[in-house]
């Protein structure tokens, strides 16, 4: 079975500034995904980024990064020039490619708050 | 194309009760999820469902828990009997199913509170 940990239960930077989320993960799965979704006091779940475990690249969308580090399984997640609007739950989530049934497994999540 | 809907946002039953919670997954969407979110933690699996189809119920407990995904109609969660240790928020995700990795999009989820 796949464990996802995030380490650090919360998180604050000031607004503008760039914060690092750290994710590690436990599988004996080659080929899987790697997912970092939010969830704003909505609660709604929003996709963040996506990671292709055999793509060496980081992926990157706007101000979000990911460094993926396959043999330390780590997936941290970077926000640069961070907005108000960034205030939310992160939550790093894995799932392991299997044709027909791809559930995720998420971490405990990161409370993130950004101080304006 | 509206986006996964959830209804209801919020449900109290007492214990004892049962409890129906809907999900419509996206327009073109043929698989569902169901996760639960315990206060202050991360969300669970529960069941992946296709339609008229439970793929995987791995997660579901094995009492009093119930899902379908009719032909026609919403994906439903059902559980019966509620004790104050269900209440929590219920998210269904759907995809599209044609390829691999696909995206999961999330509902708004229902938050159920078990008096």
């Known amino acids: 079975a796949q464990t996802v940990t995030q380490s650090q239960p919360e998180m604050s930077v000031q607004e503008a500034e760039t914060v690092t989320l750290s994710c590690t993960y436990d599988t004996s799965e080659s080929n899987y995904y790697l997912f970092w979704y939010k969830q704003p006091p909505s609660r709604q779940m929003i996709l963040v980024i996506r990671?292709?475990?055999?793509?060496?690249q980081n992926a990157t969308e706007n101000r979000f990064s990911v460094n993926f580090q396959k043999a330390a399984k780590s997936f941290s997640l970077k926000i640069s020039d961070s907005q108000l609007g960034d205030t939310a739950m992160y939550f790093c989530a894995f799932m392991k490619l299997n044709f027909g049934n791809e559930k995720l497994t998420f971490g405990t999540g990161t409370r993130l708050t950004i101080i304006p | 194309n509206a986006g996964v809907m959830q209804n209801p946002r919020h449900l109290v039953r007492r214990r004892g009760q049962e409890a129906r919670l809907r999900c419509s997954p996206m327009k073109g969407h043929s698989h569902v999820y169901w996760y639960r979110q315990l206060p202050e933690e991360g969300l669970k699996f529960m069941v992946y469902?296709?339609?008229?189809?439970?793929?995987?119920e791995s997660g579901m407990p094995k009492e009093r828990f119930s899902a379908e995904f009719p032909k026609e109609g919403p994906s439903i969660l059902r559980i019966q009997q509620v004790v104050r240790g269900d209440s929590a928020a219920y998210f269904c995700?759907?995809?599209?199913?044609?390829?691999?990795?696909?995206?999961?999009?999330f509902g708004p989820g229902t938050r159920l509170t078990v008096l």
């Open positions: 469902l296709q339609k008229e189809n439970i793929i995987d």
């Open positions: 990671q292709e475990a055999y793509k060496q």
């Open positions: 995700a759907s995809s599209q199913g044609l390829g691999v990795a696909d995206t999961q999009y």
